[in-house]
């Protein structure tokens, strides 16, 4: 496997922060004054958001464009950023301050900390051209890599960790295929292949034999069994799809999210709800979408230039302008602290 060692630094710089302000009409709306950085933080639970952007590295925090993030579980402060061009973004002090990590990868799509050990971090990104899955047991020091596409071109999309076993790993691929390792990435092996690249994956908050993926194509798929078989026939809730989420504390709750609005199941997708969005999904269709882990009742998400909170489950939102020509592309709840949401934004 090969190595790759850090040669960036944590260090400190006084910065410029933006503030947040009351807009004018509607009375409801809360704007944060142009970003001056696409990494933002609520520590209100996403009713208000700072713009975080102190960094010394020669990275604009400002430009990157924001696609995935990732929590420590057990370290409230140290947090993850993957970005399409600038590789990971790593805060040790809960977001005052950022620092670039030598990760080998540009583009970075899969990001994940095992559950276990917060030390131990999974990520995947594009290197020289091809799609790779690395791993680092040191919080991001050095890198190994234990997956590769077999040539340029087919990218590694998303990552899952079993929530009991954090040996066992899912991958995605887009050309349209499904692994799972079962020894933390030792080896890997293809379990599905699908009509469409499967843009992310996501287990049950109690049943780990529980997975959905949500396909490039707006539809889902689910497998009761681990990934051993997988079920191509859950109804409604399904066309558009670009986002899919499970409920945190409700075994069976899964949200679905996209061009065709938010809808919620109570039964692991045998039947939907809808909950009504602000505004027409259509043309401003959910791009991110984040459930508190302490209370299914407050669900957040994004669309376009706004954030929007529930706190009854989804039946009235409470909106949240963003004053940037950039759009709301992830939500993080933080994993020890459920008050602290993070919010990437990055290029229409």
């Not at 945190?248 to 065709?260: D, E, I, K, L, R």
């Not at 009742?297 to 940037?324: H, M």
Request: proline share 3%.
């Amino acid at each position: 496997m090969k190595k790759y060692s850090l040669i960036a630094v944590i260090l400190f710089a006084s910065v410029f922060l933006s503030g947040c302000s009351l807009s004018s009409t509607p009375k409801a709306t809360t704007t944060v004054k142009v970003p001056v950085s696409n990494i933002l933080k609520s520590t209100d639970n996403g009713v208000t958001w700072e713009a975080k952007d102190k960094t010394q590295d020669k990275v604009n925090l400002a430009s990157v464009d924001v696609i995935s993030i990732a929590c420590n579980p057990y370290d409230g402060a140290t947090s993850y950023v993957g970005t399409l061009a600038n590789g990971i973004l790593k805060t040790d002090d809960g977001g005052e301050n950022w620092s670039l990590l030598n990760f080998p990868a540009e583009k970075v799509y899969g990001l994940v900390i095992d559950n276990m050990d917060g030390r131990i971090i999974y990520a995947s990104g594009v290197w020289q051209g091809r799609g790779k899955i690395f791993k680092s047991t040191d919080g991001g020091f050095e890198w190994n890599e234990i997956y590769t596409a077999p040539s340029d071109g087919p990218l590694v999309i998303s990552l899952a960790m079993s929530r009991k076993d954090s040996k066992v790993l899912f991958a995605t691929t887009s050309d349209k295929q499904i692994m799972k390792s079962t020894d933390a990435g030792v080896s890997w092996k293809n379990i599905y292949s699908s009509q469409s690249p499967v843009e992310k994956i996501v287990l049950d908050s109690a049943n780990d034999n529980l997975l959905y993926f949500n396909l490039a194509n707006g539809s889902i798929l689910r497998s009761i069994d681990g990934g051993n078989t997988i079920d191509e026939s859950l109804k409604d809730g399904r066309s558009g799809i670009s986002i899919i989420e499970t409920d945190p504390s409700h075994t069976n709750w899964v949200y679905t999210a996209g061009q065709s609005g938010l809808f919620r199941s109570k039964d692991a997708g045998d039947s939907w709800e809808a909950l009504k969005t602000l505004g027409d999904s259509n043309t401003f269709p959910v791009k991110a979408l984040a459930i508190n882990q302490s209370n299914s009742d407050e669900i957040i998400y994004g669309a376009a230039q706004a954030t929007y909170k529930s706190v009854d489950g989804g039946i009235n939102w409470t909106p949240f302008q963003l004053e940037t020509k950039n759009t709301v592309s992830v939500l993080k709840y933080s994993s020890t602290e459920t008050s602290v949401v993070y919010m990437g934004l990055r290029k229409k």
